[in-house]
């Protein structure tokens, strides 16, 4: 009887530990987003029927901007001919992207670095010097599959989780 009570005091912190480690990464989110408990389990639909390949739109998602960008063949092709192990944040396209459609590039608008909102979206943006996104507070430059590529951001822009709802909607979150 005593050995099965160790054995669950040893499962019981193993879980505990689990939990732990999700909650180190929950709150980072949380801090950009004062109604986070309220927001926490919403979901967004986004039309995305209008967005022509090399347009993009700005939304919202949770409070916080979220760019949904149709790429071209030629900023697909840009994005895969990077070896992505050399990346600060390795990452491939396809790994950024979900069903094998890696023209729909759906990311938040918030830099990593000190959370600005990076140009590029926007018709006649800046898009820096890698054909993604630029932040302008201190000079990110991202890259068509909105990778970090020059500057001070430590992190690619997130990719919220979503999933295609037709051919011509997608549900974030
Ligand atoms: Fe974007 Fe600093 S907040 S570069």
Not at 89 to 97: F, H
Not at 147 to 153: E, F, L, N, T
């Amino acid at each position: 009887d005593g050995v099965r009570r160790r054995d669950f005091i040893n499962i019981a912190a193993v879980s505990f530990a689990g939990v732990g480690a999700v909650a180190v990464v929950i709150p980072l989110v949380d801090q950009m987003n004062p109604s986070a408990d309220v927001l926490a389990l919403a979901s967004t639909e986004v039309d995305i029927s209008s967005i022509q390949p090399g347009q993009a739109i700005k939304t919202t998602f949770r409070s916080q901007p979220l760019f949904v960008r149709h790429l071209t063949e030629k900023e697909i092709a840009e994005a895969d001919k990077v070896d992505a192990s050399g990346l600060r944040d390795p990452q491939t396209l396809e790994e950024r992207t979900v069903d094998g459609k890696k023209n729909w590039l759906v990311t938040m608008g918030v830099c990593t670095h000190l959370g600005c909102v990076p140009l590029g979206a926007g018709e006649g943006e800046n898009k820096g010097e890698f054909g993604g996104y630029f932040c302008p507070c201190h000079g990110s430059h991202y890259d068509t599959a909105a990778r970090i590529r020059k500057g001070p951001a430590p992190k690619n822009l997130e990719v919220p989780k979503f999933s295609f709802t037709s051919d011509t909607a997608i549900l974030v979150g």
